[in-house]
């Protein structure tokens, strides 16, 4: 083995992230608490990691003293309007005191203006359906930005527009629910929607604040065919790999959204990102199959020879990073690039390290190409309400009982400090914490 630490640029952004209802607790006025109180997930995020409760503190404690210099948070929309006409300043308050704590422990938030919840008022209106969301949108994202500005100038409007909607209207695993709602029409006007929304949030953000810099951050999700042999699969994977990955990136190239069911016009949108965010987990392999109508005939999955997560959520593909880093510099040149979430469920931390060491070796070896890569964000820093998989997937550094509330400190927590605080990652670490990739990364 060689005896080597891939460097990392000076000024570096090292952190984690987390959403607002998953780790606040006590969230009971927004579209996920209906779907937590009509069966749909597997368990309810009661007081998560109880951050409302005032909990963010040990947890940014954590942070701040394990090298972390920046931290992904986001603001929950039905806190701050709770109705209609009604702005809770109690609650602005709140996260007013959330990210000056995080200043103080010289943390630089992100803050993330919507992530998967919403109101349960707008829900009543039918949330994203309608283009009616937009300018109720921006009055949100105008209140929000002028309560916080002094704490941070990095802005993420949107979190995953792709996941939310295909997995509410698609897939049906996240709300709406509701008789009649869904269908691959839907949830690209719901997208073209966001589009809009971002477009104005954008420009209310820099109005209020010059020197502000607004992105949001993309699911971005490569694939390839199952059988390169076979045109059919090929086909699929296009299929696939547009519908999923493509409607936001294309409207900010082109101001044309592309979409399986034809292209929409969002000119006003077209430029308007100050970085990309970028979300990666893994790469799906995509197959024709005929019973399969409901999703385009097409099956996507990973190999069953995988380096498989606790729930085989997940597949241990850390070229898929590199790839998606080199999407983005093709797609955008000169673009700053924030990886806004990467990270892997696994409560034992068996495959914590090795994912964590050689995903980081990927994000090294683009930053040595001088592509514009800012920043890491782990997905994530303390277990957190996983959405319709309840408690099932854990992707905390720490472990959290939920019962007790107790942070249980894994490995990875100590690869990651010493990642941060070298700004680099040595040989050294990874023959300590994920010995099993040595050789790997460090040939020789
Ligand atoms: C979401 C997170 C989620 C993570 C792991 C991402 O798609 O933005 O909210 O917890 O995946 O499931």
């Not at 869904?182 to 949830?187: E, V």
Request: charged letters at 25%; glycine letters at 6%.
């Amino acid at each position: 083995m060689a005896v080597a630490t891939f460097h990392f640029p000076k000024g570096f952004l090292w952190g984690c992230a987390t959403a607002s209802h998953q780790v606040e607790g006590n969230n009971t006025n927004n579209n996920w608490y209906y779907w937590e109180q009509t069966g749909h997930t597997k368990h309810q995020s009661g007081l998560a990691c109880d951050w409302w409760g005032g909990r963010w503190k040990e947890d940014m404690d954590r942070a701040a003293e394990t090298g972390q210099n920046t931290h992904r948070l986001s603001i929950e929309w039905s806190r701050i309007q709770p109705a209609p006409d009604r702005w809770d300043e109690d609650a602005l308050e709140r996260y007013r005191a959330m990210l000056r704590g995080m200043n103080e422990r010289g943390i630089m938030p992100m803050v993330t203006l919507h992530h998967f919840s919403d109101p349960l008022w707008l829900f009543e209106q039918d949330s994203w359906e309608n283009e009616t969301v937009v300018p109720l949108f921006e009055k949100y994202v105008r209140r929000v930005v002028d309560a916080l500005k002094e704490y941070t100038t990095l802005w993420c409007t949107i979190n995953e527009p792709n996941v939310y909607a295909l997995n509410g209207y698609v897939a049906g695993d996240f709300p709406t629910g509701k008789a009649g709602h869904k269908g691959m029409n839907l949830a690209m006007k719901v997208i073209a929607n966001m589009l809009r929304g971002h477009a104005a949030a954008y420009r209310a953000i820099h109005e209020i604040q010059r020197e502000a810099r607004v992105g949001y951050a993309l699911h971005y999700r490569p694939m390839v065919a199952a059988r390169s042999w076979l045109p059919l699969d090929a086909l699929m994977r296009d299929i696939q790999y547009n519908g999923i990955n493509m409607a936001f990136p294309s409207a900010l190239s082109t101001g044309v959204m592309k979409s399986p069911i034809g292209n929409v016009r969002i000119p006003e949108v077209k430029g308007l990102q100050d970085y990309l965010g970028l979300n990666y987990y893994s790469v799906d392999t995509v197959k024709f199959d005929l019973f399969n109508p409901q999703e385009l005939f097409a099956r996507r999955y990973y190999p069953a020879d995988s380096d498989f997560s606790a729930t085989k959520f997940i597949a241990n593909l850390p070229q898929g990073l590199f790839d998606s880093l080199k999407w983005a510099v093709k797609t955008y040149p000169n673009l700053p690039i924030i990886i806004t979430e990467n990270g892997v469920e696994d409560p034992d931390d068996r495959m914590r390290p090795r994912y964590l060491a050689q995903h980081l070796q990927q994000v090294w070896r683009a930053v040595n190409f001088n592509w514009p890569v800012k920043g890491y964000y782990h997905w994530s820093l303390v277990d957190n309400f996983e959405w319709e998989r309840g408690w099932t997937q854990r992707f905390g550094l720490w472990g959290l009982d939920v019962e007790t509330q107790a942070r249980i400190r894994r490995p990875s927590v100590d690869l990651y400090a010493e990642i941060c605080k070298e700004n680099g990652i040595s040989s050294e670490m990874v023959k300590k914490y994920a010995p099993e990739v040595l050789e790997k990364m460090f040939p020789g």
